[in-house]
Structure formats: C-alpha cells, structure tokens
C-alpha cells in the first residue's frame, strides 16, 4: 500500500450504532487530519495530530471521538450520530512542518439512517 | 481573519478552450499557496504550490499559476481544457510557521465536448 488509505470506502449506518473509520498513512508524515466534506458546503477540517498529539479540535460534536494510536494511524470513533453528519469523510497527511502540502485519502463516504 | 476566496462556484468550458480559476486570499504576510484537485469520488491532490521566488509555478497535468502580490492573488490557468479535467479544484493557503491550511470553497469544473 502506498500513500494514504481510508477503510471502509462506504458506510451506512444507524443513529444508534457505533462504527469507527480508519485512516492510514505510509508516507512517514508527523500529522494526520480529519476533514468533513458535504454537499454545498465548504471543506470542514475537524481534527489535528501532530506526533500523536492532538493540536486541533474545531468545535467537533463529542459523538465524534479521534484516536491517534500512532503517527501512521487515525481513527475516527462514531456513535449517536445525526442525518446530518452524512458527508465524505477524508483523512490527510503531511509532514507537519511549514509549508507543508497535505496527500488525502480517498475518503469514507458515510450515510447515516 | 485569514481567508480564502474562489469567487466562481462553477465554471464551464469547452474542451480545448483555455481555462483560468481564480483564487484570492487575506493573510497578513504572503502565505503559502496551494492548488488541489477532487475528481469525484476521490480525495484532493496536488497540482502545485508557491513559497516564493519565481511567480509562475508549473504543475502537474499542464497546469500553472501565477502569483500577483498586488492583487492577492493565485489564479489556476490552463492553455487547453481535456475532458479528464472536469473536477472540483480547491485553493488553499498556509501563513508562515503554520502547517495547517484554509481552504476555499472549491470551482467545479465542467468541461462541454
């Protein structure tokens, strides 16, 4: 595998269920992002890791839960969630430095019932 | 507040037509520009970025952009359209010391045959 990957590609869930997201990353970088892209709406940016740690949380809902066990991976932990947190959920890497360019996944798409 | 404006919602072009997406952006110094591409179903890619130096910068699939200090501005251009770039193209800038970027809303590109 090379790059970034992101299981499961689909998901359909209910509101009741709790499923988590992966993402993957084999290109060595120090941070990791979680991204929420919805119809008509501009690219959402919901999380940040930079070495493991978490350095950026932008007003996410707690039904959304990330884990950061490593640099190489990222969970995104789900429960409780609304019609409205369907979306494309991207995940995306970069060196965590200045400047740096982000390589995305590509992408979860999640359909919440 | 730091920005990122892509004016045009869609664009419509005709293949073999040149094309040209606008990008502004409000930082207080000159940041770091981005261009990614979205190809449905896909994650954002790459096509280029500026740091300094020379204010055109070449990328990849024959796009190019053109830095304008005076106008704060990175426009995307393209001498001849293909159909395979019909797409959702993102601007995206980071100011100096950061590695986290803001995004524009996104053009989507459609091309005509």
């Known amino acids: 595998e090379t790059g970034v990957t992101q299981t499961p590609r689909h998901l359909v869930m209910g509101m009741t269920n709790k499923k988590s997201l992966k993402c993957e990353q084999h290109?060595?970088?120090?941070?990791m992002y979680w991204y929420k892209q919805s119809a008509k709406k501009p690219l959402e940016l919901m999380f940040v890791?930079?070495?493991?740690?978490?350095?950026e949380n932008n007003s996410v809902p707690s039904r959304f839960s990330p884990e950061c066990p490593n640099s190489s991976h990222l969970f995104l932990h789900l429960h409780t969630l609304q019609p409205e947190d369907s979306a494309l959920y991207l995940c995306a890497s970069s060196q965590g430095t200045s400047g740096d360019e982000q390589y995305f996944g590509p992408g979860t798409r999640l359909t919440v019932t | 507040a730091q920005s990122v404006t892509q004016p045009d919602i869609h664009i419509t072009v005709s293949e073999g037509a040149s094309l040209e997406l606008r990008c502004n952006y409000s930082y207080g110094a000159t940041p770091y520009l981005f261009w990614y591409v979205q190809s449905p179903g896909q994650g954002l890619q790459l096509l280029l970025k500026y740091f300094s130096g020379d204010t055109l910068v070449q990328g990849i699939k024959g796009f190019e952009a053109e830095f304008k200090r005076s106008q704060s501005s990175f426009n995307l251009r393209k001498p001849s359209v293909h159909w395979s770039d019909a797409a959702e193209y993102f601007c995206?800038?980071?100011?100096?010391?950061?590695?986290?970027?803001?995004f524009g809303r996104g053009t989507s590109l459609i091309v005509h045959p």
């Open positions: 290109l060595g970088h120090n941070a």
């Open positions: 995206a800038a980071q100011s100096g010391g950061s590695y986290i970027p803001t």
């Open positions: 890791y930079n070495f493991k740690e978490q350095t």
